[in-house]
């Protein structure tokens, strides 16, 4: 037998006894719990895993150590895949990672398609979720290796990258979206500066030195700026969405998708798997790359299919990556799984290359925890978003203050600061009006999201190189970055000059 096939072999006892141990009544009971937690958690706008996971921590430490992971874990991937639920129907990302399926999936809320959406986004979410859980099990040595090839011109490089989507986002309004992502690259530099600890346009203010959580700000941009529109339009939310049928799987819609679904999965595990970047990152490259890749790119924005698929996959599979170097690396691949992170140590545990073989058992038990967990939101999808929907029964006068009163809650547990609550009311003023102008809010999330990566690598970079600039452009990889970078931007500049002229020669 070759050394590969011993692996191979290894592997699979191992993930038998995962399973094995995942479907005991008492732990498959704590997946079942933990679904339902994460349901609730990620469809209600503010809160996110990472929340819920910091408030269950305490919760664990009288646990026994796998039941007190494979609790953590399922709720994390639960959390990410309900997130998109109010994204779809209210127009408030239920988290972070959803924030990207409200700009295609609210529009075929607003047509009459909730239940079209509703259903691509289950399909999408499962799918990602079980390709990132099997690439978790089969290949996380060698994605760790990968990962370990990335230093900070690669980070730098692909935050550039994520960044130049602007380009895409924009809706042909190109000089808004670079003020967009300027503002938010902006905001991202506001607070203590992590590498010198000089304070920066903080204005002597404590609450500001801590800088601007990007949460508040998802949550006030997009949540509570479409309560506001919702409160000055007569037409009501309800008569958009009162009666759907969710169809999960439609042979149509998945011939459109199939697609963007296989690119989008790969896409979520391959970033989500690299230290620090997490599914929020993948699920905006991931939409970037469709769009790109589209032959009818005007189309996004406006309710594709497609726009839902590509956020959805890559989320769930990011974070299903995210536990890749936290695993392998003891490295967190998220702020989930930072808190993750401080857990294994509560539980005397050090993640890293020796977690394998040291205490393999609970890392396959929590492996086979989480494929049952990605078939379990499959199954009860569906009947919660129905039991959900009934609130879209209520008038909105209603729903709308229960929003923002979840909204609050949740934004004012991040930091137990009320400071975060009036920042996120004042982008939500902020973003009404900007509505109002039909100003690409996203390009706000994307600098103020990958503002972060992109200085502090962009930083380490040039300490490395003794301030030498050549360092982005003579590494291989952060130079083809790079280069796909300056080629995506050329071509959303000269596009419209070129079918401009077009038009001019036809008519």
């Not at 009288?62 to 953590?72: I, V």
């Not at 009162?242 to 459109?256: C, G, H, N, R």
């Not at 990556?321 to 695993?327: H, K, R, S, T, Y």
């Not at 879209?392 to 547990?413: D, E, H, K, R």
Request: a neutral charge.
């Amino acid at each position: 037998m070759s050394q590969l096939e011993e692996e191979g072999a290894f592997m699979l006892d191992n993930l038998l006894g995962g399973l094995m141990t995942a479907i005991e009544p008492s732990h498959f009971i704590i997946l079942l719990l933990a679904v339902v937690i994460g349901f609730l958690g990620g469809a209600l706008p503010g809160l996110s895993g990472v929340m819920l996971v910091v408030v269950l921590l305490p919760v664990t430490y009288g646990m026994e150590t796998t039941s007190a992971f494979m609790l953590l874990t399922a709720i994390y991937g639960a959390t990410v895949f309900s997130g998109m639920i109010t994204s779809i129907l209210y127009r408030a990302p239920g988290t972070p990672e959803s924030v990207t399926t409200v700009y295609d999936g609210y529009p075929m809320t607003q047509r009459g398609e909730a239940g079209k959406a509703l259903g691509v986004g289950i399909l999408s979410s499962t799918i990602g979720g079980i390709v990132g859980t099997i690439f978790l099990i089969a290949l996380t040595p060698t994605l760790a290796s990968i990962a370990l090839q990335f230093a900070a011109p690669e980070y730098f490089a692909l935050a550039v990258l994520g960044l130049t989507v602007v380009a895409s986002l924009s809706s042909g309004k190109l000089i808004m979206g670079f003020i967009g992502v300027l503002f938010g690259l902006f905001l991202a530099t506001i607070g203590t500066d992590t590498i010198t600890g000089t304070q920066r346009f903080t204005f002597g203010s404590s609450e500001i030195a801590g800088g601007i959580e990007h949460v508040p700000v998802i949550i006030g941009l997009f949540a509570i700026s479409e309560v506001l529109n919702r409160a000055t339009e007569t037409q009501n939310l309800k008569g958009n969405v009162e009666k759907f049928k969710i169809k999960i799987f439609d042979s149509t819609v998945f011939k459109k998708i199939r697609g963007t679904l296989a690119r989008s999965s790969l896409i979520g595990v391959g970033i989500g798997s690299l230290p620090g970047v997490g599914p929020t990152t993948a699920a905006i490259l991931s939409y970037s790359e469709t769009v790109r890749w589209s032959k009818n790119p005007q189309k996004f924005g406006k309710g594709a299919p497609e726009g839902i698929t590509a956020p959805e996959s890559a989320n769930n599979a990011g974070a299903m990556g995210a536990l890749v170097p936290l695993f392998a690396l003891g490295i967190p691949g998220s702020a989930t799984t930072a808190v993750m992170l401080g857990a294994f140590v509560m539980h005397g545990l050090q993640p890293g290359p020796n977690l394998m073989t040291t205490d393999g058992d609970i890392v396959y038990a929590v492996f086979a925890g989480l494929l049952i967990v990605n078939l379990l939101v499959l199954i009860f999808s569906k009947p919660f978003i129905i039991m959900f929907s009934k609130l879209l029964n209520i008038p909105y006068s209603i729903i709308g203050p229960l929003i923002v009163i979840f909204c609050m809650i949740g934004t004012f547990a991040l930091r137990n600061s009320m400071f975060d609550v009036f920042l996120m009311m004042g982008f939500g003023v902020l973003g009404f009006f900007l509505e109002k102008l039909r100003f690409p809010l996203i390009t706000i999330v994307l600098g103020i999201v990958l503002g972060p990566l992109a200085e502090s690598e962009f930083r380490r970079s040039l300490e490395l190189s003794g301030g030498d600039l050549s360092i982005f452009v003579s590494r291989p990889i952060s130079a083809t970055l790079l280069t796909i970078s300056v080629i995506m931007v050329t071509l959303a500049i000269i596009k419209p000059i070129i079918d401009k002229k077009r038009k001019t020669h036809t008519n």
